[in-house]
C-alpha cells in the first residue's frame, strides 16, 4: 500500500483508498495492532510544501493523521503502537512552550538531533495522550533501542563517512532490525487485562522505561493534539 508520510493527501488516500480496498477490510476485519514506524533524520532543515518542517510532519504528524484516521477500523481494546526514541529526553520541559510556539523550526536554530529529539517527543505526547481521546485503544510507546538500519542516509556526508569507518563495532552494539521489533512485538502481545495498562506507556527492551518530565506533561501533550488536528486539517469539532 503506498504511503508517503509527508503528504496530507499520500496519508488520506491510504487509509481512506488503498486500506479500504484490501480484501481483509472488505470482509468486515478490524485491525488489533497498529505500529506507527517511521523514523526520519534530516541534516538540512527542509520545508515541505505543505508547510511542515520534514522531520517533524514525517515523524509525527504524519503518523498523527494516519492513526486519527484508523482509529474507526482498530478493535475494541485494539492497540496503537508508537515507535519513539530515548533521544526524546534531550528536550527540557522548560522548552515546551517555545517548540509549541515554534513546532515547524520557523525561529528556532535547527539542529538534526535536536529536532529529531523533538519530533520522538511529539511520538510520546501523542501516545500518551490519544487514550483520552479514544478511550477503547490502548496506546504504548517503544524505544527499539540502536538498531542498524538506513536511517543515517540523509546525514551529512562528515557523519555518514564516521558511521562507515565505525560500522565493524556499530555493527557489534546495535541491534538488527529483526531484534528491534521485540519491544514492539512485546506491546502488542502484552496481557493488557489491568485497566492501568495501554495508557500511553513507554517500554524498553520490553520493559517500562525510564522518561523525561517533558514526556509527562499532560497539558502540552493536549495543546500539542489541538496544534496537531490545526496542522494536519482535521475538523475541530471531530475527534
Not at 532543515?45 to 515523524?59: A, H
Not at 532490525?177 to 487485562?193: E, V, Y
Not at 514526556?215 to 493534539?225: G, P, R, T
Amino acid at each position: 500500500v503506498p504511503l508517503d508520510l509527508s503528504s496530507v493527501g499520500s496519508v488520506r488516500e491510504c487509509a481512506e483508498v488503498h486500506l479500504p480496498a484490501l480484501r481483509l477490510f472488505r470482509d468486515g476485519a478490524s485491525l488489533d495492532v497498529v505500529v506507527l514506524n517511521a523514523g526520519l533524520l534530516q541534516a538540512e532543515q527542509r520545508v515541505l510544501p505543505n508547510g511542515w518542517e520534514t522531520t517533524v510532519g514525517c515523524n509525527h504528524l504524519g503518523h498523527f493523521l494516519l492513526a486519527h484516521l484508523l482509529v474507526p477500523r482498530v478493535a475494541e481494546r485494539g492497540r496503537i503502537i508508537t515507535v519513539t526514541s530515548s533521544t526524546h529526553r534531550f528536550v527540557s520541559a522548560r522548552d515546551l512552550p517555545e517548540i509549541l510556539d515554534d513546532l515547524m523550526c520557523g525561529r528556532r536554530d535547527y539542529t538534526m538531533f535536536g529536532q529529531y529529539a523533538v519530533s520522538k517527543l511529539c511520538n510520546l505526547l501523542f501516545a500518551l495522550h490519544l487514550p483520552r481521546v479514544h478511550g477503547s485503544v490502548r496506546s504504548y510507546a517503544v524505544h527499539p533501542g540502536m538498531v542498524r538500519t538506513d536511517v543515517v542516509k540523509n546525514m551529512g556526508a562528515f557523519l555518514r563517512a564516521g558511521n562507515a569507518i565505525a560500522a565493524p563495532l556499530m555493527k557489534v552494539l546495535q541491534k538488527q532490525p529483526g531484534q528491534g521489533c521485540r519491544s514492539i512485538l512485546h506491546c502488542a502481545l502484552l496481557d493488557d487485562t489491568e485497566r492501568t495498562h495501554g495508557r500511553g506507556e513507554y517500554y524498553v527492551n520490553g520493559t517500562l522505561g525510564w522518561r523525561s518530565t517533558a514526556s509527562e506533561d499532560a497539558e502540552f501533550a493536549s495543546k500539542l493534539w489541538s496544534l496537531s488536528k490545526e496542522l494536519v486539517g482535521l475538523d475541530e469539532k471531530k475527534q
